[in-house]
C-alpha cells in the first residue's frame, strides 16, 4: 500500500507542477540574415545542402543575395526549376547582380535550353561587373558555341 501512496503522489505531482514548467518560446531569430548567410556557407562547404538551403531561405526576406545562394545550391542538388526561380528571384530583387545573370545563363546552357536568353544574360553580366569579364565571357563563349553547334 505504501508503493501505491508513493506512486499516486508522484503521479499528482507531476500532473499539477510537471505542466507548469516555463516553457522557452523564441519570437524573434536571434541570428541577422548575415549570420544565416554564413551558416549556410558553413553548411555548404560541409556538403549539408538542405542546411544550406534553410539558412539562405531565412537570409532571403531581408537579403536579395540570398536567392543566388539559393539557386546555386538547387542547381547542385539538379533541381533546375527552383534553380531558374531563385535565379531569377535573385535579379528582379538585385538587378545589378551579375552572378546571378552569369549563373542562370550557365544553367540554361547545361539545360541546352533558353540558349538566346543565356547569352543576352551573359552579355548583361559582363556589362554590370566588367572586373568579371573573363569569368562571364567564358560562359558567353560557351553558349554561342553551343548555338553554332545546333
Given at each position: ?125 559582363i556589362a554590370l561587373n566588367p572586373a568579371k569579364k573573363d569569368v562571364y565571357q567564358d560562359t558567353l563563349d560557351k553558349i554561342r558555341e553551343m548555338k553554332n553547334e545546333l
Amino acid at each position: 500500500m505504501t508503493l501505491v501512496f508513493f506512486l499516486c503522489v508522484i503521479l499528482f505531482a507531476l500532473c499539477t507542477f510537471g505542466c507548469a514548467f516555463p516553457r522557452i518560446v523564441i519570437l524573434d531569430d536571434p541570428l541577422s540574415p548575415e549570420e544565416h548567410i554564413n551558416l549556410g556557407v558553413a553548411y555548404e562547404k560541409q556538403g549539408e545542402l538542405d542546411n544550406a538551403l534553410n539558412e539562405y531561405k531565412k537570409a532571403s526576406k531581408e537579403i536579395p543575395i540570398a536567392y543566388l545562394y539559393m539557386g546555386n545550391i538547387y542547381l547542385r542538388k539538379n533541381e533546375d526549376k527552383n534553380a531558374v526561380s531563385s535565379y531569377k528571384k535573385a535579379i528582379r530583387n538585385d538587378p545589378n547582380n551579375a552572378d546571378a545573370r552569369n549563373n542562370l545563363a550557365w544553367l540554361y546552357y547545361l539545360t541546352k535550353e533558353n540558349l538566346d536568353e543565356a547569352e543576352n544574360l551573359a552579355l548583361e553580366a559582363i556589362a554590370l561587373n566588367p572586373a568579371k569579364k573573363d569569368v562571364y565571357q567564358d560562359t558567353l563563349d560557351k553558349i554561342r558555341e553551343m548555338k553554332n553547334e545546333l
